[in-house]
């Protein structure tokens, strides 16, 4: 698993990118550690061996990003509202992030929710220096994305 400040900055970047409200973003951030919650909680259910009991559980339906995919497209706002609708799509765009940046450890994710096959890109390992590039990166992107006057190049003719 990636840290939890990995996920909790990506996810609320990629929501005020994406243009979320407030209220949407705080989904976001809360959302995006919602999967490792979701198997801290089963494993919490053993009596012995918890942490062997979250190892087993651990990455599988809960980081299937096709229920978090699902979640974000469904149109939540002209059913409930614009407030419940933001938070329902900004929990499941942080949840559906988590699994994009699982998907880039070497563990990777599930391909389809019960299945043993996974997908990586094995592009870092958890909590590795190159885990921290990845987010440093993404907040200079993102920075500098906010700011288009200091992207442009402009050179004086004088």
Known sequence: LMK????????LMGSFVLGMPLSGMAAAWAGSVLPDILDQREAGKALFFRQRRFNKVHRRASHWFGWWMALCFFPFTDIMGPLPGALITGFAFGAFSHCLLDMCTKNGVPLLPFAESRFSL?????GSLAEYAILVMC???FWLAERPALIRWEVPLY
């Open 4 to 11: 939890w400040v990995t996920h909790q900055a990506m996810a």
């Open 122 to 126: 094995k592009i870092c390992s958890t």
């Open 139 to 141: 907040i200079v992107v």
